[in-house]
């Protein structure tokens, strides 16, 4: 018994130390990098953090979602809403659009948790679409189909601007590497382990005296908080904020990097991200049907390789599920 609990645990410690030499090896190679391959690893970066939020309702908790990007456009949307029209600053921009980002998830937590499976799906979906509704038609305040144009990218004033690709890139990566860190040890927290004990059997864990509701709902108030995070950077990164941050396929596709890395690892997720971003941008290129071809390589990885990329070359501890 002892010797299957302490399996996992080298395999947690070599994704981290992966983990922190891909960081380290993209810091290194950037400045080294063209333009594009480097706004690309930046898109990456930040689509990483987003799809690592998913994968604590749907990794750890066994909650997919299909409503997740409206937390990462009312960040996004609160950023450009400040930023253009009140000039405000890098900190306040932040706290505003975390707040909300993060009052809005507490709100749809309520109605959302009390369903279970393809509910939970379906309402996740409704109020994501509630969202894209108030972007597409608040045009006083959004600009509608129109979107916000014009997001400066912040001052931090340390004598170098964030303008240029490449510093920006450095302050995208070390924002992801801190979200990152946070959800690592959020997830390796007594709070993580309950969230997978709730995972694998939430009537056994209510025997035990967990109260299942209060821990499924603070996972999707967090959630929606990192997820907000990834709308702040993306919001300074784009320039540019408009109702497709907030449309169902921008949900899809994170939910698809989260099952494509490998749920229930955060690693996962990020390798999720930085694949379909990559396959995104260079198949799209060839062809307008890239969808199609992203489509067969889920079906693929689901077929050949059901816990995902990351999951096919871990294995799994004697007795696990």
């Known amino acids: 018994m002892s010797s299957g609990l ?50 604590i309702l749907l990794g750890y908790t066994g909650l997919p979602s299909l409503g997740h990007a ?27 659009a975390l707040l909300l980002a993060t009052a809005t998830a507490a709100l749809f937590g309520v109605l959302a948790i009390r369903a ?7 309402i996740t979906l409704a109020l994501g679409m509630v969202v894209w509704g108030l972007a597409f038609r608040w045009v006083s305040m959004t600009k509608g ?23 920006f890139f450095y302050f995208a990566l070390l924002a992801a590497a801190l979200a990152w860190a946070a959800m690592g040890v959020l997830v390796r927290s007594p709070f993580g382990l309950g969230l997978k004990g709730i995972r694998e059997s939430e009537s056994r864990m209510r025997a035990l005296g967990y109260n299942v509701w209060l821990h499924k709902y603070l996972a999707f108030v967090i959630s929606g908080f990192f997820a907000g995070f990834a709308g702040v950077l993306w919001a300074y990164y784009n320039g540019f904020v408009g109702p497709a941050d907030v449309q169902l396929v921008t949900s899809v596709e994170t939910l698809l990097m989260a099952a494509l890395g490998g749920p229930g690892t955060l690693a996962g997720s990020a390798l999720g991200a930085v694949a379909i971003v990559f396959l995104k941008n260079f198949v799209s290129v060839y062809t307008k049907r890239w969808l199609l071809i992203l489509g067969a390589v889920y079906i693929g990885v689901i077929l050949w390789a059901p816990r995902g990329v990351l999951g096919a070359f871990t294995r799994e501890p004697r007795g696990a599920r």
């Open 6 to 55: 302490a399996a996992p645990a080298p395999t947690l410690d070599r994704k981290v130390v992966a983990g922190f030499a891909a960081l380290t090896l993209a810091g290194v190679l950037a400045p080294a990098l063209p333009a594009y391959p480097l706004t690309l690893l930046t898109q990456a970066a930040i689509v990483a953090v987003l799809a690592m939020s998913l994968d």
């Open 70 to 96: 409206a937390y990462f456009g009312i960040a996004a949307y609160t950023v450009a809403i400040l930023a253009t029209e009140r000039q405000m600053g890098l900190a306040g921009c932040l706290v505003a």
């Open 116 to 122: 279970t499976g393809t509910y939970f799906l379906m």
């Open 145 to 167: 189909d129109n979107g916000i144009a014009g997001v400066p990218r912040p001052g931090l004033g340390l004598g170098w601007s964030l303008a240029e690709p490449l510093p």
